[in-house]
């Protein structure tokens, strides 16, 4: 795409009251704007009119602090930019100063805003809690406009209030009366294809005849990755993302997270890792993905990497959801599980349906041995996913039925969580590890857990159920075997430290001292590693240990048939 096209499309959102809404097109015009091209006036003046939208719509979505950071590197290219070209971007930039300094006063309004501004959200979204019913009546005001009167943001407010609400049939309806007027409101052809619709209709219906040959090529590749993750082909959703953060917008960090989330859905928790830690490098301040990032070190057992993201986020912007998760994740992998759900409830002040909060809610309530309550959070979690559960709700749900040997019905939805998404190892291996707990399940679990890994071997999940289900049955060389493998790939503290006390519980002392301090040497602040290496020592000393050593989850490695 052309700059002074993008500077077009994005004019077009500006005049429609649709910028506040718009995340994709201002993002990745920016990424445009930062490629090396030429140095003409024109092209100076629609770079720095792009940056200037982008920042706009920062702000306006709340997102102060990176809006001031972009109005500042605008700053010295404004000199040679006509004041009337900078005033438009800014949207009422003549009221408060033309060109530089209408520039200068939105960055100092964002200044003032930052502590002002976290205030009014936080009192907003308190009032939002005490008034459940304001959807439903946002939904009767708007659909009182007549439909011939209906601007294309009314389109999209009912669109946004349809989908949440899950009446999915009049949201795809709206969405492609918005796409009509608006093509270039991202959101809304992501939205369509979340919904069902097939990525290549979506493209062929609003785009062909709109943009030029040289816009469908990434706008195909961004649909076709949303059309992936919705139809739960994370792998490919992953590769889609990858190439448009390698070719068309390196460094944006809204495509990287696309595919750091997708490679985590995949199960490949090293390249997640890998992948949101290049997003920090892309972007410090952004916050999207970064409580994904968190659950991601969380199950690799990286203590110190998790707590630096969240001292680091606390200092970004208090006022949304992500950073209190990642503390809450910072305090449930130091088994500060109350803590951790104090933080997690003012996440959930923040955003009352974020699925991820209720999920870890339901997973604190279990380790702190509420069972009824950790049910309850995993259900509403179900319900407040907008475009259907994601494989997540099934696991956290199915972990908490067989915590309460329910198992019939940890099989059950197992087993919908695979309809759901057949290709996917993750989904298998949760099925299988819930036959496992079944009476005479065993045998079947295993075969389908060594299949899982003989065709996806990087699967963690698959890896640790196989580990737990050997040392039921006590297969000890097997599960040690396992561990050794998967560590060149994961080379851990929590690996590490599994692996050390798989290797106690067989006998193998020496082999145990060298794994746990090992761990030591990752993470010395590793209490788990810690009380390993002290177990062994007073077994090499002739004591006795009346205690297993437990799993990650707080349960029983040495665990019996029964």
């Given amino acids: ?46 770079r720095t009119q792009i ?57 100092a309004r964002c200044y003032m805003g930052l502590d002002e501004g976290k205030q009014q959200q936080q009192q907003q979204l308190l009032q939002l809690q005490q008034h459940q019913h304001q959807q439903k009546q946002a939904v009767e005001l708007l659909e009182a406009i007549p439909e011939e009167e209906r601007t294309p943001l009314v389109n999209f407010l009912l669109a946004r209030l349809h989908h949440r609400g899950g009446t999915h049939r009049k949201a795809s309806a709206l969405y492609r009366a918005v796409l ?6 991202l959101e809304a052809a992501v939205a369509l294809v979340q919904l069902g619709a097939h990525s290549g209709l979506v493209l062929s219906t609003y785009f062909r005849d709109v943009c030029p040959s040289s816009v469908q090529p990434w706008l195909e590749l961004l649909l076709a990755a949303h059309h992936r993750v919705h139809t739960h082909d994370h792998d490919g959703a992953a590769q889609n993302f990858g190439q448009l953060a390698d070719v068309h917008f390196p460094g944006n960090p809204i495509v990287m997270q696309g595919r750091a989330e997708a490679l985590w859905q995949a199960g490949d928790y090293s390249g997640a890792r890998t992948a949101f830690a ?42 949304r ?4 998760l990642v503390m809450a994740r910072a305090c449930q992998i130091k088994k500060q599980n109350k803590q951790a759900l104090i933080f997690t409830r003012k996440a959930l002040d923040i955003t009352p349906n974020h699925v991820g909060a209720l999920h870890l809610r339901g997973t604190l309530c279990l380790a702190l041995e509420h069972p009824e309550k950790a049910v309850h959070a995993h259900r509403m979690a179900f319900g407040a996913a907008p475009n259907g559960a994601s494989f997540e709700s099934y696991k956290c749900l199915a972990n908490v039925y067989i915590d309460m040997n329910r198992t019939r019905e ?18 298998q291996a949760l099925l299988a590890e819930a036959l496992g707990h079944v009476d005479g399940g065993r045998e079947k679990a295993y075969k389908s857990l060594k ?9 963690l999940d698959a890896m640790l159920a196989l580990v737990r289900l050997c040392l039921v049955e006590q297969k000890f060389t097997e599960a040690i075997e396992l561990l050794q493998e998967y560590i060149p790939h994961h080379d851990t503290e929590f690996m ?58 707080g349960g029983d490695l040495a665990m019996s048939d029964e």
């Fill in 1 to 46: 795409m052309e700059l002074q096209t993008a500077v077009g499309h994005l004019e077009r959102l500006g005049d429609l009251g649709l910028l506040p809404y718009a995340h994709l097109l201002p993002s990745l015009a920016a990424s445009m704007a930062q490629s090396p091209l030429g140095q003409s006036p024109s092209e100076r003046t629609h």
């Fill in 51 to 107: 940056v200037i939208y982008y920042a706009r719509s920062l702000e306006l979505q709340g997102q102060r602090e990176r809006a001031v950071r972009e109005y500042e590197q605008v700053l010295p290219d404004l000199e040679a930019v006509p004041a009337a070209a900078a005033s438009k971007a800014l949207d009422g930039g003549a009221a408060a100063g033309a060109g530089v300094h209408g520039v200068r006063v939105r960055a």
């Fill in 180 to 185: 009509k007027e608006a093509p270039f409101m």
């Fill in 278 to 319: 290049a997003v920090r490098v892309a972007d410090p301040l952004h916050l999207g993905g970064m409580d994904v990032y968190a659950t991601v070190l969380h199950s690799l057992g990286l203590k110190g990497e998790l707590s630096r993201l969240a001292g680091d986020l606390m200092n970004v912007d208090r006022s």
């Fill in 321 to 324: 959801p992500e950073p209190w």
């Fill in 410 to 427: 940890a099989v059950n939805l197992a087993t919908q969580a695979l309809k759901l998404m057949p290709h996917s190892p993750r989904a």
């Fill in 451 to 459: 299949n899982v890994l003989m065709n996806h071997p990087g699967c």
């Fill in 496 to 553: 590490h430290t599994r692996l050390a006390d798989v290797l106690t519980i067989s006998g193998d002392f020496n082999k145990a001292l060298n794994h746990y301090n090992t761990a030591l040497a990752m993470d010395a602040d590793s209490d788990r590693a810690r009380a390993g290496l002290a177990r062994v020592h007073k077994l090499l000393n002739g004591e006795t240990e009346e205690d297993g050593v437990e799993d990650d989850d």
